[in-house]
């Protein structure tokens, strides 16, 4: 029988924790898909494995098998049903119900951005920084989901990543704990993005310090 480790590293099974070795058939080294192996760890409580895998680790190996049990959504249900006593929690990426689209889908909240609403587009790889950054700041459940979320995702820009400006200012400036320090400004941190996303779209090079200034006075 397989030994088991208590510690989550790139020689064991990340799901059942078990030694994992060279000549076994059955392992994967996994690129693709750890988000939606970080959205069900999320789901069964594992705080082990969704904390490990959010640290980015080079190298994550699973049991096919275990994978595939782990991340069946039918039978996540059904262990709903059956077991009551069991410590699951309900909280979940909109991936779970249908499948996460950058382009539609607002990487905040995980609703469908619709004309109602004030939609921004990802035009700076700057804002996928930023994000993380208040993610780790925030460091709430909110804050793991989204961080998740991006973890999957190298490059918005490419992917034409949608967000609610109100989801913006709330994640930025609805931490659960008053932070340390000076305060930040909601409407200066949103305007300096977009003056950002406005430098990279500018058909000119030459622009004066006096330029920037007043595009950026014109967006607040």
Request: glycine share 2%.
């Amino acid at each position: 029988m397989a030994s088991v480790s208590n510690t989550l590293n790139e020689s064991v099974c990340v799901i059942c924790r078990a030694t994992v070795t060279s000549s076994d058939n059955d392992v994967a080294e996994v690129s693709r898909g750890l988000d939606r192996i970080c959205e069900f760890s999320d789901k069964y409580g594992d705080t082990e494995l969704t904390q490990y895998l959010l640290s980015a680790p080079k190298v994550v190996r699973v049991h096919n098998s275990c994978r595939r049990t782990f991340t069946s959504k039918r039978k996540f249900e059904r262990k709903c049903g059956l077991d009551d006593t069991a410590t699951v929690q309900s909280k979940t990426l909109r991936s779970s119900s249908e499948p996460f689209a950058w382009k539609i889908h607002c990487f905040f909240c995980s609703e469908t951005c619709n004309k109602n609403q004030v939609v921004r587009r990802v035009e700076t790889l700057e804002i996928r920084r930023n994000v993380l950054q208040q993610c780790e700041i925030r460091g709430d459940t909110w804050g793991l989901q989204v961080q998740s979320r991006l973890n999957s995702c190298c490059d918005l820009v490419a992917e034409e990543a949608s967000y609610h400006k109100n989801c913006h200012k709330k994640f930025f400036y609805s931490s659960i704990y008053s932070a340390r320090g000076r305060p930040s400004d909601a409407s200066k941190s949103m305007t300096f993005d977009r003056v950002c996303e406005w430098l990279e779209m500018a058909d000119s090079e030459l622009l004066t310090l006096q330029d920037v200034i007043c595009k950026a006075q014109s967006l607040q």
